[in-house]
Each structure stands twice: as structure tokens, then as C-alpha cells.
């Protein structure tokens, strides 16, 4: 009988570490240090137009030929962010933490300089079949939209 209980214990043991070990490929905000894509408004009807949506880039975008251009990286670790703003010599900091978790990713609850906000960390698809994890943020009127570093 004891060998049974052993047993049944031993496998339930393997068992959940197979299963926690099926969600290492979950993102995290910390996983990355990311660098800013595009802002954008999320007042659509303030916006008289697509163009006047996206404010600011993170490099040159034939797209978006008026929006500014801007070097603005994130990091977050141990619950804390900085945002830093390179083109303004400005940093900004905050915290964040984990609010749900799917198979996918993370969402978060964050608050960058008093502004809280959401932020959602998980693969996007796009168009060419490359995956790349994507960081948007959604705070105080607008959309920030980091991938990591180097992509």
C-alpha cells in the first residue's frame, strides 16, 4: 500500500511539473527590453483623420510621413518599469503587475508617473508569417505599441 501512495504521489509530482513546464513559452513583460513602435490616439473621433492617429514613430515610417519621431525604450523587472525617452533625455517610472495570465501571454495592470493603464504582453502574427512579441500600452488617452529590441 505505502508503495502505492508513493507511486500516485511520485506521478502527480511529474505530472504537474509537465504541465507547468508546457506554459514556459508564456511572455512576460520581463522577458525583453523593448523599444517603442508607434503612439496613438485613442480618441478615433478627435483624429480627423488616420494620419492624425498615429503621433509619434520610433523610426522614419512612409506611413505616417507627420508623426514625430521618437526613441523611447521600456524595461521592466521585479515589478518596477522605466520608460526612458531618449529624444527628450527623459525617464519615467512605474510599476506593474501581473493581472491574468493565458497560454499565450500576460496582461498587466501598470502605472507609469501617476498614469495607470493596462498592458498586454503576446506573440502577433504578421502578414509574412514572422512572430514577434509585442508589448501594447494603453494609458491616459493613448496607445503605445513596444516590440523588443533589435526586431
Known sequence: MKMKKFLSAFLILVFTSALSAC???RIAIEDYDWKMRTV???DMEAAQNEDEMVVAVGEHDELYPDAEIAEITLTAKDGTITVTDKTNSKTYSGTYKVSRETPDGTDYE???DGVSGYATVAPTEYYND??????PINMGG???YFI???K
Open 40 to 42: 496613438m490616439k485613442n
Open 142 to 144: 493613448y496607445s503605445v
Open 130 to 135: 514572422q512572430t514577434i512579441p509585442t508589448l
Open 23 to 25: 506554459n514556459s513559452d
Open 148 to 150: 523588443p529590441q533589435g
Open 110 to 112: 501598470i502605472t507609469i
